[in-house]
């Protein structure tokens, strides 16, 4: 009785057959059952459209399916089909290794089972299944995938549905295109944190600073002399602004610069009326910081002694402005012995127009 053969090509010796060759025969089976299970095998599939067989040879070692692990290869000019025989069970690990943008598709060589498609731009390795069902053979992606299925070192994937507990970042959190969406910058041995909160209906979401400190500020930095902006209505509970003190006398033509201080603070008795010239900084007008239709409000506190002097002259980006001062009048002389306080609010109508609005008000 001839010897019959399984689907991956094993010979199956009948009993009283063979005689004398069983050594050979079983050694030949052995390498086979090896092959199977660990071989590598490199298959091109270069050309344009066609359908490239992966075999079974019985008995031999020749058989392209009788490899466990299958690389194709070449550079395909059209969308690829490689068919494994029909009845064989077995599963394979298979890379696309083709260069050319078309799909490669793996399939049984007859009938309407399931199949296996590689995506135009899919180079990667996948774990494939053939279920060896009769007529209609099904080949199923088990989902282990160095492009689309398990995370990997190098592989680029996207995850859906997955929950990452205290996932470790490195230093930016990129958008879909690839570009820069955050930085993050880490601290040694820090304690303090933002947490980020949602909220049910008819309540805010949160961005609260928490952390082992017990008082924590949260601090919103622009770059340069860009601005923090708020858009639709606002609600603050309080307010510090900045002040700048400084030991120095009211004379000439003061400089204050916006960028610096919402209130600034002169110790030293005021020496001779002054001409006070508001800018953004030394290197920004403050017409190059404020867009029409914005308003901003400074103060100018001006120590002074027996001898008063007073705020003469007003100035923005070095030219003359002329303030509506309150009470409908210009102060003409300052206050003895008491604390001048002078407040601005700027408006700004038109391309470096601004309306000014002063005050002077003593402290003593």
């Given at each position: ?62 058989g392209k399916a009788q490899n466990r692990i299958i690389k194709l290869t070449g ?175 009211a004379t000439g033509t003061v400089n204050y610069d916006v960028l610096t201080q ?10 001779a009326n002054w001409t006070l010239n508001i800018r953004g900084d030394g290197s ?81």
């Amino acid at each position: 009785m001839t010897s019959a053969y399984s689907d991956l090509g094993l010979e199956l010796m009948v009993t009283g057959e063979n005689a004398g060759q069983w050594g050979d025969k079983t050694n030949a089976n052995l390498n086979l059952i090896e092959q199977i299970t660990g071989g590598y095998l490199e298959v091109s599939i270069a050309g344009g459209i066609q359908t490239t067989p992966l075999d079974v040879d019985d008995g031999g070692l020749t058989g392209k399916a009788q490899n466990r692990i299958i690389k194709l290869t070449g550079a395909i000019t059209g969308n690829q089909t490689v068919t494994l025989p029909v009845l064989m069970e077995n599963f394979y690990i298979i890379q696309n290794a083709t260069t050319g943008a078309y799909t490669v598709e793996l399939k049984a060589v007859s009938g309407s089972g399931a199949t296996v498609t590689w995506a135009t731009t899919d180079k990667g390795w996948k774990i494939l299944y053939a279920d060896g069902v009769a007529t209609n053979t099904g080949v199923y992606d088990t989902g282990f995938s160095t492009t689309t299925g398990d995370v990997t070192l190098t592989g680029t994937q996207t995850l859906t549905n997955k929950t990452l507990t205290a996932p470790k970042i490195g230093t930016s959190i990129l958008d879909t295109n690839g570009n820069e969406l955050f930085l993050l910058t880490a601290t040694a041995s820090a304690v303090n944190e933002i947490t980020l909160a949602n909220a049910a209906a008819s309540n805010a979401p949160a961005i609260s600073a928490t952390g082992n400190d017990t008082n924590i500020d949260l601090n919103l930095t622009p770059k340069g002399i860009g601005r923090t902006t708020f858009n639709g209505q606002g609600k603050i509970q309080s307010v510090a602004e900045k002040v700048t003190t400084e030991a120095t006398a009211a004379t000439g033509t003061v400089n204050y610069d916006v960028l610096t201080q919402a209130v600034w603070n002169f110790t030293t008795n005021a020496s001779a009326n002054w001409t006070l010239n508001i800018r953004g900084d030394g290197s920004n007008t403050l017409n190059s910081i404020m867009d029409t239709g914005e308003s901003i409000t400074v103060a100018h506190i001006v120590s002074q002694g027996g001898t008063a002097y007073y705020n003469s002259a007003v100035q923005i980006d070095g030219s003359a402005v002329t303030p509506e001062w309150q009470g409908g009048a210009a102060p003409d002389a300052g206050n003895a012995s008491s604390l001048d306080t002078y407040t601005y609010t700027i408006i700004k109508t038109a391309g470096a127009t601004f309306t000014v609005l002063a005050a002077q008000t003593q402290f003593a």
